[in-house]
């Protein structure tokens, strides 16, 4: 799986795309092309959509590699990070036009079902991000999950389960602090 | 921020994107200016990321090549100027993407320079600044006895520059009440002299490396109603250039410079690569 390469080497590429590397790109683009459209069709949904977000995302790198600097992160949270907030701000765009409320409420009696099931996986990757996740509470995982991976504001999560804003915007933050320490993440 | 303590809790859900329009705006700037939530945002977008991994979906073979055509129509963006602004237009609030565009190390160099800089308008102080550039031909130089020879061409140079800079400069520096703007970028420096009264100005590049092939530098005036071409420059082998801009600098409320091809256009082609703000 080429999403595995080790993140030295995708450091070392958009190092090399910053610098206008069009092979580099190339690399770099078989190396967290299969992640970032992970992230994407995961937020996103739609496939024709998540296609046109993910090359969205891929020329984004391109042109903006110079902003990369790795004493403040791997090239790969660089990519996801900006992956994962082109693909908010489509569904967020995308719901604009349609009824939001109608929306939240559906998800309401949805979010229950496990989003696990839905998952295309990195066995390895999965399973230590799953251990992480069990460490968490109920609360805190739902605010974290329902948050990234189905693109809600924080006050559409404290709407949804019925939990003072307040209190959401803590547990987003202590269960990503508690996920933090469990894999190990130093930023 | 002891007036906002609940910013700080934020750095949770900024991390996963769940912040509406509006806070992310205001959070970012909190990010600008509070070292402790900028680095635990960096440790928690990589824990975020760390979600984003687990889910893996190959992208249609097609789009490699769609991706891989559409890049070599885009032009890179270079490395975001480091706005320095006078004492003058310290005082006055950056707008909104000027600051978007600062990267925290730049907003926090702002912050800790933007009181020392001085505006450059004597005579002296741009000799002293030759001599530095002369300074650096020197170490840069290993050969002794040339050395000695081109620090002399160079303080032939340094005074000829200075003059034909000091002539272009005078009226608009005679003004009362010209302003001075300028922007440095990893020694890349632009420099507006502006008097709105006379509706002139005087743009200074030093530093600056040449155009790409068939290209040139492009100055604008930002004004209410847009872009208009103020003039184009092409920097000496030195990199260093004088241009009296035209159009009114009455309106302008800003200059900006992008790299335009040979003869320069109508309107700018791209982002600019940098920004003079007037006030």
């Known amino acids: 799986m080429t999403g595995t390469a080790v993140e030295v080497g995708d450091d070392e590429l958009l190092l090399a795309v910053a610098r206008g590397d069009q092979a580099a790109f190339a690399a770099l683009y078989d190396s967290v092309g299969p992640l970032v459209h992970g992230v994407v069709r995961r937020v996103v949904r739609d496939p024709a959509q998540s296609e046109e977000v993910t090359q969205e995302v891929m020329v984004e790198v391109w042109r903006t590699a110079v902003r990369f600097d790795p004493d403040r992160g791997s090239a790969r949270t660089w990519i996801l990070t900006m992956a994962h907030r082109r693909a908010i701000d489509r569904v967020r765009s995308e719901q604009a036009s349609r009824n939001r409320a109608q929306r939240v409420a559906d998800q309401q009696h949805a979010r229950d079902f496990d989003e696990v099931s839905e998952r295309v996986e990195l066995d390895f990757e999965h399973e230590q991000v799953r251990t992480a996740l069990s460490t968490l509470t109920e609360l805190q995982r739902q605010a974290v999950e329902l948050a990234y991976y189905q693109g809600f504001t924080y006050r559409e999560v404290a709407e949804l389960l019925g939990t003072p804003l307040g209190t959401i915007k803590t547990r987003m933050r202590d269960g990503l602090i508690r996920l933090r320490d469990a894999l190990g993440v130093t930023g | ?279």
């Open chain 2, 1 to 279: 921020m002891t007036e906002r303590p609940d910013l700080h809790t934020l750095t949770g859900a900024f991390a996963v994107d769940a912040l509406p329009e509006d806070e992310q705006e205001r959070f970012e700037d909190h990010l600008a200016v509070c070292d402790a939530c900028e680095q635990e945002v960096r440790e928690l977008q990589a824990t975020a990321a760390r979600l984003g991994a687990t889910s893996v979906a190959a992208p249609p073979p097609s789009l490699r090549g769609r991706v891989l055509a559409e890049i070599d129509g885009v032009r890179q963006e270079r490395p975001a100027p480091i706005v320095v602004p006078d004492e003058l237009a310290a005082r006055r609030t950056a707008p909104r993407w000027v600051a978007a565009t600062l990267g925290v190390a730049a907003a926090m160099l702002l912050l800790s320079v933007g009181g020392l800089v001085v505006v450059v308008t004597s005579l002296q102080e741009q000799v002293a600044g030759l001599e530095v550039a002369a300074g650096a031909a020197e170490q840069a130089n290993a050969d002794l006895a040339s050395v000695s020879a081109r620090l002399a061409e160079l303080e032939q140079q340094a005074s000829e520059a200075t003059l034909v800079t000091t002539s272009a400069l005078t009226d608009v520096l005679a003004a009362p009440d010209a302003i001075t703007v300028s922007v440095t970028h990893d020694d890349v420096l632009g420099r507006v002299v502006a008097s709105p009264t006379r509706g002139e100005a005087v743009f200074i590049a030093e530093g600056w490396d040449p155009a790409p092939h068939e290209h040139t530098y492009e100055l604008w005036l930002i004004t209410p109603d847009g872009a208009v071409p103020a003039g184009l420059f092409d920097p000496d082998e030195r990199g260093r250039a004088t241009r009296v801009m035209t159009g009114d600098m009455a309106r302008a409320t800003a200059v900006g410079i992008t790299i335009e091809p040979e003869g320069g256009s109508p309107v700018p082609s791209d982002e600019p690569m940098m920004v003079l703000q007037l006030g």
